[in-house]
Nanobody
Framework: QVQLAESGGGLVQAGGSLRLSCAAS????????MGWFRQAPGKEREFVAA????????SYAGSVKGRFTISRDNAKNTVTLQMNSLKPEDTAVYYC????????????????WGQGTQVTVSS
């Protein structure tokens, strides 16, 4: 059983920064890719960013490119999402997820999910 646990969410003013972390635990976990998704109230869950475990290749949604940075530490089984220049429209529950194959942005490929962490950006 693999568990993913997110941390680092909270309330921040527009223009501020937050750093989300995701820790994997349980059986040996070697996903092809780790990603972050988010779901705002009344909206569908959407892709935010992803990174491959082996090569560190990254992919970002257009709405966060240049503001968010995803990174990973394979030795610690952690993935981090650094979020800068936050906007009110970034408000959502952010989920960490893992997939054993790609494409990186396809939510249907992810079969390991965390419980989510709330990010609220005030204007």
């Amino acid at each position: 059983q693999v568990q993913l646990a997110e941390s680092g969410g909270g309330l921040v003013q527009a223009g501020g920064s937050l750093r989300l972390s995701c820790a994997a635990s349980g059986r040996t976990f070697s996903p092809y890719v780790m990603g972050w998704f988010r779901q705002a109230p009344g909206k569908e869950r959407e892709f935010v960013a992803a990174i491959t475990s082996r090569d560190g290749l990254t992919s970002y949604a257009g709405s966060v490119k240049g503001r968010f940075t995803i990174s990973r530490d394979n030795a610690k089984n952690t993935v981090t999402l650094q979020m800068n220049s936050l906007k009110p429209e970034d408000t959502a529950v952010y989920y960490c997820a893992g997939a054993e194959n790609g494409p990186m942005s396809w939510m249907s490929k992810y079969n390991y999910w965390g419980q989510g962490t709330q990010v609220t950006v005030s204007s």
